[in-house]
């Protein structure tokens, strides 16, 4: 059984340090509503979460995760709506979506663990509508009796131990239990999960627990206990950026193709359907291997026949921008509008700007609002205003 255990840190618990007023933070706005400051505080821990990504640093570009679901009987409590498993199925079906949106040359898994045991749900692949799928059928099912978080890390360990030396290995857990059924000594699983070269992250439902606690500072993972469904959503994006590489991340010679979308005159049945036995469909169209020539629907995908990797150029360039985050904005003040002069306008949105606050951009000065801001940084990842500029600098450019 896993026990409750106390702090680690100098700092202590929250309830043992001195009380804040944060009453006093709560100011109306002119015409009385609390909106803007919930705005302003919305838009202020996203921008520290942003500011917290590392940059320039090397980092595990190939992912190989793997989800570890707790669906014992504490996943039933309804203290998040309607019950924690519900709310982990929805919130994980975004977070996957987002993994492959932002990782596209990487790969995940799902495992299950209840009852005292562990069932891998679905294979390392690339192919988000599986997953999904898998999880929607899945916690349809009935959550029984007690977690076992040894089996769970074994099972996922013993699929991460064969990949090679160059991918970052990651299992994330959703532990809503605070006990552990296993089977021996977790710490000597701990132990092995460090030689290996796994790194553990666990997001608990519950309390926190410190043989939670231990795995993750042992795996150079993190540990954090949700405090409500907008907190549990941050928490689980904040792994769909890479990890920081670690020093024992081999660097080889990594052999891609940028295929693009092929007709041929012959019907033929993709490759990666051919292991499903309920799609048989036969088409024309499709990726095809140059090296031998399978064919398959979906991309980045790594060849079943001869190893071979194909990528498209976007999703290259997807993960490259991980490697130089855009630079922060600098918050600004809003002047208040004088008769005969235009207003303050976001140069993204083009929506005039009422908040007091906005955000510029360093290198091109213009001014945006905070929603395109936090749009820009989480999503776009390129700033609209210096795009422009290089292009009317482009095009101004005689041609060669």
Not at 199 to 211: H, T
Not at 346 to 371: G, N
Request: include cysteine; glycine fraction near 4%; hydrophobic fraction near 35%.
């Amino acid at each position: 059984m896993a026990d409750l255990g106390g702090p680690d840190d100098e700092s202590g618990y929250r309830w043992l340090s001195q009380y804040e007023k944060t009453w006093e933070a709560i100011r109306e706005d002119d015409e009385g509503s609390l909106q803007t400051l919930v705005d302003e505080l919305v838009h202020r821990s996203k921008r520290q979460r942003v500011a917290a990504r590392p940059g320039n640093v090397r980092l595990g570009m190939m992912r190989h995760l793997y989800i570890i679901i707790d669906m014992s009987k504490a996943m039933e409590e309804a203290d998040l709506k309607p019950n924690r498993l519900s709310c982990s199925a929805k919130l994980l079906e975004n977070f996957i979506t987002e993994y492959f949106d932002q990782n596209p040359i990487s790969q995940l898994g799902l495992i299950i663990t209840k009852n005292k045991r562990a069932e891998k749900l679905s294979e390392l692949s690339g192919n988000p509508k599986l997953h999904i799928s898998t999880i929607q059928s899945a916690c349809s099912k009935p959550c029984v009796g007690e977690p076992s978080l040894q089996n769970a890390l074994v099972l996922a360990m013993q699929s991460l131990k064969h990949m090679p030396g160059h991918v970052s290995r990651e299992v994330l857990v959703l532990m809503g239990s605070l006990t552990s059924c296993d089977p021996g000594d977790i710490t000597e699983t701990v132990k092995s999960l460090k030689n290996m070269n796994v790194r553990c992250s666990i997001v608990g439902l519950a309390a926190e627990m410190r043989v939670c606690k231990q795995i993750c500072s042992s795996t150079n993972g993190s540990y954090r206990v949700v405090l409500d469904e907008r907190h549990f959503k941050d928490l689980l994006m904040e792994h769909v950026i890479p990890p920081t590489a670690t020093v024992r991340i081999c660097l080889v010679l990594w052999y891609v193709i940028f295929e693009s979308y092929c007709y041929i005159h012959v019907f033929s049945v993709i490759r990666s359907h051919m292991d499903n036995k309920n799609i048989k469909e036969f088409t024309t169209k499709g990726y095809f291997c140059p090296q031998c020539r399978s064919k398959y629907c979906d991309l980045p995908v790594e060849c079943k026949v001869c190893g071979l990797t194909l990528v498209s150029a976007p999703h290259l360039a997807r993960s490259y921008q991980h490697l130089f985050p855009l630079q922060q904005y600098t918050e600004v003040n809003v002047p208040a509008q004088i008769p005969g002069q235009p207003p303050w306008t976001c140069q993204a949105c083009q929506i005039t700007l009422t908040e007091k606050t906005a955000c510029s951009c360093p290198e091109c000065r213009h001014v945006f609002c905070l929603d395109c801001d936090i749009y820009i940084h989480e999503s776009l990842h390129t700033c609209p205003g210096c795009t422009a500029h290089q292009v009317t600098v482009a095009r101004q450019q005689p041609n060669s």
